[in-house]
């Protein structure tokens, strides 16, 4: 009889410890699944950040692009001789240089 009660009490404890086992994958793959959704959303946030600072630095090379180009453009205007005569010049150093290659 002992030995009877021995039995059961293994069979019952191995139950138990497969109902444990079972429970502690559900909560593993929840866990799983919690950490993934986390991630994603934290992976959509990070490329929308890159998203807004890619767009602010192109609107900020274009507005200082412009700004040189007024600048250029009013220098020129000031100075026709000047820009027309270091035009020449650049134009005869690239002519020189390039005949030399």
Do not use: C, F, W
């Amino acid at each position: 009889m002992a030995s009877e009660s021995t039995s059961n009490k293994a069979a019952a404890d191995y139950e138990a410890i497969v109902a444990q086992l079972n429970a502690l994958r559900d909560d593993l793959a929840k866990l799983g699944d919690s950490v993934g959704k986390a991630a994603n959303d934290t992976g959509k946030t990070l490329a929308r950040d890159i998203e807004d600072g890619v767009a602010g630095a192109a609107r900020y090379v274009s507005h200082k692009g412009h700004e040189a180009d007024l600048r250029v453009e009013t220098a020129i205007a000031s100075n026709p001789y000047l820009a027309l005569g270091l035009a020449a010049g650049v134009g005869l150093l690239l002519g020189a240089l390039t005949r030399r290659g």
